[in-house]
């Protein structure tokens, strides 16, 4: 159908009526236009403040993203596959995952110091264990069959795990990492906002002092382009080369 | 080439009451073509997975060729199973220890004789039943296993491709003895095939009878395999109800 390919322009498009009919209706300086926030966006933009300061949450976000993925995987697949293992951890990662992120924050920065380290661990340990119960439920569904026949036809670890365990875990690590970008980047603002001196959740403390709502939300917008972009970007054509053979 | 030693005391499922095999023994010569005959859920599978070491979970020993050099073990599953996420080509080369190592000519003449070579880059989900059933026929004989063990693994083909495979089967086991171990429940398949038919009691799985087909396997028309199955009947009358 032709109106299909442009359902999300037009999503988008009202999106932005909906929210500009509101502005008009409410008439408050609480609430500013779309417009006043593209060019505030545009102001931050060109004075670098902008950029700076998503560069370095962007860095911050790489960061404990990678060593959770890493160690999310890594512990997940060894309790999915390890029966005992998992029966002593499992209560550990209920403790892991009910913690409210803002006590591992605070907790972090009281423990280690207001340090860079700090912060991200604080994320880090935020994450983990969402990482681990997803690949370790992916880890339980692998087809025990095809893990027969590579140990019968006599795989090396590395093979079985490239050919036989990674296709079959792939939706989970995209799961994982979906969620985890949302979650994480969350996460990451307010591990800023308590104990960083630049990133965008300073800045966002800064503007919620002054009450600039439309700096508020130009430092939004910004973001949430940034990890759109990376969805169509990275995530989409991986999903599409990695899913091919269906 | 291999001999096999199966010893098994005792194999019981965790959840079952009754063992699935008990005091079972069994030899193999090397080069010997065995089939194993008995009732659908007797224990056949059990057997072969412990032998390919996929279940260790019992009593007893199977001791597959000499210690000192492993055996390479080809097995066609119940199941196909196939990597769905990898081509036929890819299916069965990746049974190939080291890429080297892969027998291209081999697997080109599999392929074509399974008439398979138009799909050899298409993935399992493009296949048939009995192609992907093909596909993983290929890959047990495609390594030139020591052992091969073969699960009922005609059961999907229709019966001019049977007939084809078996006689395959049969050219790629007389041009390279190796030791067969086969599983079936079609008496007149085992008739054409085998050395020598195991028959197995049902749960728990011990050896009923042992016969020998001592006739050389082109003169085993559809004639003769009549013949012998009512020869065996007549001799064996505690056979009937597995047949």
């Known amino acids: 159908m032709f109106l299909k390919k442009w359902y999300p322009t037009l999503s988008i498009l009202a999106f932005l009526s909906l929210w500009q009919i509101l502005v008009i209706y409410l008439h408050s300086t609480l609430l500013p236009s779309p417009f006043v926030v593209a060019k505030s966006v545009l102001t931050h933009w060109h004075s670098g403040e902008l950029p700076h300061h998503l560069s370095i949450t962007l860095w911050r976000l790489a960061q404990s993203f990678s060593i959770s993925m890493f160690l999310g995987c890594t512990i997940g697949i060894a309790l999915g596959l390890n029966e005992k293992l998992n029966a002593f951890f499992d209560n550990w990662l209920v403790i892991f995952l009910n913690i409210p992120a803002l006590v591992t924050v605070i907790l972090c920065y009281v423990w280690f110091g207001m340090s860079e380290a700090a912060a991200i661990l604080a994320v880090v340990l935020n994450k983990v264990p969402n990482v681990i119960v997803t690949l370790r439920e992916g880890t339980r569904a692998l087809d025990k069959n095809l893990l027969g026949m590579a140990k019968c036809y006599g795989f090396s670890r590395f093979k079985t795990l490239r050919h036989v365990i990674l296709p079959q875990l792939h939706p989970f690590l995209m799961s994982a990492t979906r969620s985890g970008l949302a979650l994480i980047w969350k996460i990451i603002l307010m591990v800023e906002l308590l104990g960083r001196s630049d990133g965008m959740g300073y800045q966002l403390h800064l503007f919620f002092q002054w009450f600039d709502i439309a700096s508020i939300l130009a430092y939004t917008v910004a973001f949430v382009t940034v990890i759109q972009a990376f969805e169509f970007l990275v995530l989409q054509p991986l999903d599409k080369l990695a899913l091919r053979w269906r | ?243």
């Open chain 2, 1 to 243: 080439m291999t001999a096999v030693k199966i010893q098994i005391h005792e194999k019981i499922h965790h959840d079952a009451e009754i063992p699935t095999i008990e005091n079972f023994s069994l030899t193999l010569n090397a080069g010997e073509f065995v089939c194993l005959v008995g009732q659908s859920g007797c224990g056949k599978t059990t057997l072969l997975n412990s032998i390919a070491g996929l279940d260790k979970n019992y009593s007893g020993e199977i001791q597959i060729g000499n210690q000192t050099q492993k055996s390479q073990i080809g097995y066609v599953f119940q199941q196909p199973c196939l990597l769905p996420w990898r081509t036929v080509r890819e299916n069965i080369e990746l049974v190939f220890a080291n890429k080297n190592e892969i027998l291209k000519v081999q697997i080109d003449f599999l392929l074509e004789f399974m008439n398979l070579t138009a799909y050899a880059n298409a993935y399992p989900k493009q296949l048939s039943e009995g192609m992907k059933r093909r596909v993983s026929i290929i890959r047990a004989f495609a390594i030139n296993p020591d052992l091969l063990l073969m699960d009922e693994p005609f059961v999907s083909l229709d019966t001019p491709m049977a007939r084809e495979v078996r006689e395959l089967l049969t050219q790629l086991w007389q041009k390279r003895p190796h030791t067969v171990l086969f599983v079936t429940h079609d008496l007149r398949e085992a008739i054409a095939l085998a050395d020598r038919l195991i028959f197995l009691t049902a749960r728990p799985m011990r050896v009923l009878e042992q016969v020998n087909v001592a006739i050389e396997r082109n003169q085993r028309n559809a004639e003769f395999v009549e013949q012998f199955k009512r020869q065996l009947l007549e001799k064996h009358p505690q056979l009937q109800p597995l047949l």
